[in-house]
Nanobody
Framework: QVQLVESGGGLVQPGGSLRLSCAAS????????MAWYRQALGKQRELVAR???????NYAESLKGRFTISRDNAKNTMYLQMDSLEPGDTAVYYC???????????????WGQGTQVTVSS
């Protein structure tokens, strides 16, 4: 069974930083695209950033320059470094990944359970 587990969320003051991690585990053969999404209260889930296996990245235009996505393929882990955080960044952050596992040898889309990020003074 494949699992994605996020960690690193919490309460931070405006202007502060947080680093989120997403660890994939289970009977994994390969991981293609990994991505971070977020969902603020009362709003739709939105893409924050995505990263390919070769390290190619895409960001939500409004977050460029403050957020940095990275991954460690050897550890099946993805990161999101968030700097200069603003109250508007408050949301539940979700990890998403396209994974091929020995469960069915097909590519499937997986989600983590989410980690809360709250930016407040």
């Amino acid at each position: 069974q494949v699992q994605l587990v996020e960690s690193g969320g919490g309460l931070v003051q405006p202007g502060g930083s947080l680093r989120l991690s997403c660890a994939a585990s289970g009977s994994i053969i390969a991981i293609h695209i990994m991505a971070w999404y977020r969902q603020a209260l009362g709003k739709q889930r939105e893409l924050v950033a995505r990263i390919a296996h070769d390290g190619g990245t895409n960001y939500a235009e409004s977050l460029k320059g403050r957020f940095t996505i990275s991954r460690d393929n050897a550890k099946n882990t993805m990161y999101l470094q968030m700097d200069s955080l603003e109250p508007g960044d408050t949301a539940v952050y979700y990890c998403n990944a396209a994974i091929r596992s020995t469960q069915d040898y097909a590519w499937s889309n997986y989600w983590g359970q989410g980690t809360q990020v709250t930016v407040s003074s």
